[in-house]
């Protein structure tokens, strides 16, 4: 890992809203969101930087919990327009369903050659044993970190929240009391800050083109259910997740490996849903590794029966992944074939 100065950069601040963002009231002490524009008087460490912050507030803020694909959209669209005049761009968003938005916004802006990192914190950035500001003003130098020749040094989706630099699509939260509330359980840290912050270019994914224009991906398909497997599973819960009309997509979360119940039922509504043409996705349960089909006979059976395999994606990446490719094309087959492509960085294979 390497270490680097900052150059003078512009960012622009988007509040979506989260715990972040709360201050207490001094009158009736409750949390209330605070204004953005202020946010030099809020943490004054950000006036030592010596660059432009301005903040774009979401209205109205929400607790993410309230997370829809709309605000994907929205997001996209404020980026893409703003794109030419910021370096890069910090998203506050609330902790429970960042890592489904930083997966979904990595697929839906191509081309991206500056940073955008989510945020958020634990404790609001009012109460005095905060973790929001330092996970702000990491988050800003992060934004603001450029190269010798003036390129950022992370031009990714990322989460950065208590030190780590994960890559948006590789994030999960693990914790909802400590301050290390997410992980990156199958993908290297793409930065950590300590005295300095270390840089992991080797893991950081470079675009082909630096002058490349944005082009954003709005159009979502969000005809997708999960499916968890788990012991007792009845044949019409089974049935209701794979074959409803309603669905064009189903993450099935599997044991292990990507292992399932060998019983006949079970495949035999895994080969009803396929034959209807539905996608069905293997992903683990587990929190770590990848699935492999071709190591169980249970695993061999859900391959047979037509799963495509999830290799070692969360599930918040291949439903941001699906919404994604399903909006782009009506075609089964193919949007089959992209899951199983690493398409960024959002799972190990070439
Ligand atoms: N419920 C909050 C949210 O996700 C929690 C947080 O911000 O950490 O919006």
Redesign the pocket.
């Known amino acids: 890992m390497d270490s680097y100065p900052n150059g003078k950069s512009s960012i622009l601040l988007i509040y979506t809203?989260?715990?972040?963002g709360m201050k207490q009231d001094i009158d009736d002490q409750t949390l209330k969101p605070f204004d953005f524009d202020q946010i030099q008087a809020e943490v004054p460490e950000i006036a030592k930087f010596a660059f432009k912050i301005d903040s774009y507030t979401f209205d109205p803020l929400?607790?993410?919990?309230d997370v829809e694909p709309s605000l994907w959209q929205a997001l996209a669209r404020l980026i893409q327009e703003r794109y030419e005049q910021y370096d890069g761009f910090i998203i506050l968003?609330?902790?429970?369903?960042?890592s489904y938005s930083a997966s979904a916004l990595s697929f839906m802006l191509d081309g991206l050659t500056k940073p955008v990192i989510f945020t958020?914190?634990?404790l609001p950035i009012g109460v005095p044993r905060t973790d929001g500001k330092e996970n702000l003003i990491s988050s800003v130098e992060i934004a603001s970190a450029k190269d010798s020749e003036g390129h950022a040094l992370v031009p990714e989706v990322c989460i950065c929240f208590d030190s780590l630099l994960i890559r948006g699509n590789r994030a999960t939260k693990t914790n909802a009391e400590v301050f290390r509330?997410f992980e990156s359980p199958n993908c290297p840290l793409l930065a950590e800050a300590g005295i300095n912050i270390k840089y992991n270019t080797k893991a950081i994914r470079k675009p082909l083109d630096w002058y490349q224009n944005l082009s954003i991906n709005t159009a979502l398909d969000t005809r997708v259910s999960i499916l968890k497997l788990h012991p007792g599973i009845t044949p019409e819960v089974v049935r209701y997740f794979l074959c409803s009309p309603e669905t064009r997509a189903v993450i099935i979360e599997t044991y292990g490996a990507g292992n399932a119940p060998s019983k006949k039922w079970f495949i035999d509504l895994v080969k009803e849903a396929s034959s209807m043409g539905k996608i069905l996705v293997n992903v683990t349960q587990c929190q770590s590794g990848t699935v492999n089909m071709d190591l169980y006979a249970t695993g061999k059976s859900l391959q047979n029966a037509g799963v495509i395999n999830g290799y070692d994606s969360t599930t918040e990446s291949a439903l941001g992944k699906l919404f994604y490719l399903m909006g782009k094309s009506s075609d089964n087959e193919w949007v089959k074939q992209m899951m199983t492509r690493n398409l960024k960085g959002e799972i190990t294979k070439n």
């Open positions: 809203g989260g715990t972040i929400i607790d993410s919990s968003h609330g902790t429970d369903t960042m958020g914190s634990q509330a």
